[in-house]
């Protein structure tokens, strides 16, 4: 496989519910984000990982936790969310986070319903 | 003002047209600049970084106006397949990176 992987495409869960999103990117980048897409609004920034550390955290509520076990793989644990976290949930990588930063490549993403 | 801003359109062009859209910015310290498409339903996709003195890609031109804080990208003989949402995105020092509400074109025969 090429690019970035996300599973699953599509998500249903209850708002008493643990499920976790998983990425993987196989581009040997050293960067990996998460962020949400909601309908009218622009992409957030929930999550940034550079080389397996988190370097930011976008004041996401604690409902949200995030982890990188490699440089590889990202995940996104979820638990007791609320209906207005439904949203798209996109994965990303890139080369560096600094400023040699010259894109992202996104996956195809997980759609969330939170019912 | 907002951060990042786009006028959401939706840009509505026959084929063969140019369209032009702005992305207007507030953050004079911003120092580097994207454009992505994103299709419906589509994760965004990098269409071209946006560099000091212009640049060109095909049919697509970006252009960089710090004094007046916008970027453009300019479609020149629109196809069909060039309907999408168009982001721009902006980093500044802290690279944090802000994305654009986007801006819709639909391409019409």
Known sequence: ?115 | RKEVEQDPGPFNVPEGATVAFNCTYSNSASQSFFWYRQDCRKEPKLLMSVYSSGNEDGRFTAQLNRASQYISLLIRDSKLSDSATYLCVVRGGSYIPTFGRGTSLIVHP
């Open chain 1, 1 to 115: 496989e090429t690019g970035v992987t996300q599973t699953p495409r599509h998500l249903v869960m209850g708002m008493t519910n643990k499920k976790s999103l998983k990425c993987e990117q196989h581009l040997g980048h050293n960067a990996m984000y998460w962020y949400k897409q909601s309908a009218k609004k622009p992409l957030e920034l929930m999550f940034v990982y550079s080389l397996e550390e988190r370097v930011e955290n976008n004041s996401v509520p604690s409902r949200f936790s995030p982890e990188c076990p490699n440089s590889s793989h990202l995940f996104l644990h979820l638990h007791t969310l609320q209906p207005e976290d439904s949203a798209l949930y996109l994965c990303a990588s890139s080369q560096a986070w600094d400023r040699r930063f010259v894109g992202y490549t996104f996956g195809s993403g997980t759609r969330l319903t939170v019912v």
